[in-house]
């Protein structure tokens, strides 16, 4: 049997904590898509992960799908919630503010969770690798082929979304409400549907990250609210409403903790991604790549 160097295991825990943070990535720029648009924080971002993850589940493994049916399907599944979400816990709120709106992103979360206990229950379920669990060994590290395919569609969706935001008319509709939604409407811009189109878009984007990641970790109905709280932690490191923000913060969030699970303790892993997250505020409470504007926000 093959010995594994220092330097194959220090690598290891590179790939680790890319693909890792590569979900926290997708989680933070859900985030951030919402964000931008309503000035709200969407607490239900991970059980858009979740359902992803479960509802894939559901059509692949029990009712047989074909991975390239059973995938865009989920997707759109899982857009379906994000919208009757908009539809029900926020449009219909009357002189909405960012506290109410924000609670009732908590409200649906829980209703979300519950719900999902009762059609699935408390298991875990898994599903299989896209292109099977034959490791490959790279530079001493034994990497699964999954890990590939999370890191790939979070640069997708990075490619995606640039192309989106700077060259559809609806993305630049979506990002003139970002900058100044009165301004926006009096250009005749629809702010209620942009809100609706930013529900939907990370609703789209929590069900890929859901996909790809439950061949890796398995899922279960309580998976998201541990993921909405690493995918926030990245998008304040990167920078609240920064879409690189939100990569570079992901990508440095699972990198730290694979590191320190791995060269120190894997009891601590959540603690140190923290303590980093911290130190940045300390010094930049705008995070990485996060405006002055943000960190004035935060200080009140």
């Known amino acids: 049997m093959e010995t594994i160097t220092p330097a194959g295991q220090v690598f290891q825990y590179l790939i680790t904590g890319i693909t890792v943070g590569s979900i926290y990535a997708m989680v933070a720029v859900g985030f951030n898509i919402i964000y931008n648009v309503t000035e709200i924080i969407n607490f239900a971002q991970g059980e858009f992960v979740m359902l992803g993850g479960l509802f894939m589940v559901s059509l692949h493994v029990a009712i ?63 599903l299989p690798a896209f292109s099977g669990r034959n490791p490959i060994v790279i530079f001493g590290a034994v990497v699964q082929p999954q890990y590939f395919w999370v890191i790939g569609f979070l640069i997708l969706i990075v490619v995606v979304l640039t192309v989106f935001f700077e060259k559809t008319i609806v993305g630049k509709a979506m990002s003139a409400c970002a900058d100044n939604v009165d301004a926006a409407k009096l250009v005749g811009i629809n702010a209620q549907r942009m809100i609706l189109l930013s529900f939907a878009l990370s609703a789209a984007i929590g069900a890929v990250a859901g996909i790809t990641v439950t061949p890796i970790s398995l899922m279960e109905y309580d998976r998201g609210a541990m993921l909405a709280v690493k995918g926030f932690g990245a998008a304040i490191l990167g920078g609240l409403g920064s879409f690189p923000g939100a990569v570079v913060g992901g990508l440095i969030m699972g990198t730290i903790e694979s590191l320190g699970a791995g060269l120190i303790s894997s009891g601590y892993k959540d603690a140190f991604a923290l303590i980093v997250l911290l130190v940045v505020l300390f010094f930049k409470p705008s995070g990485i790549l996060g405006s002055i504007e943000i960190s004035k926000i935060k200080r009140f």
């Open 64 to 126: 047989g799908l074909p991975l390239i049916l059973a995938f865009p399907a989920t997707v759109l599944l899982v857009t379906m919630v994000g919208v009757i979400l908009d539809r029900v816990a926020i449009s219909p709120i009357r002189r909405p503010t960012v506290l109410s709106l924000i609670i009732a992103t908590i409200a649906a979360s829980i209703l979300l969770k519950g719900t999902a206990m009762f059609i699935w229950g408390k298991d875990s379920f898994d």
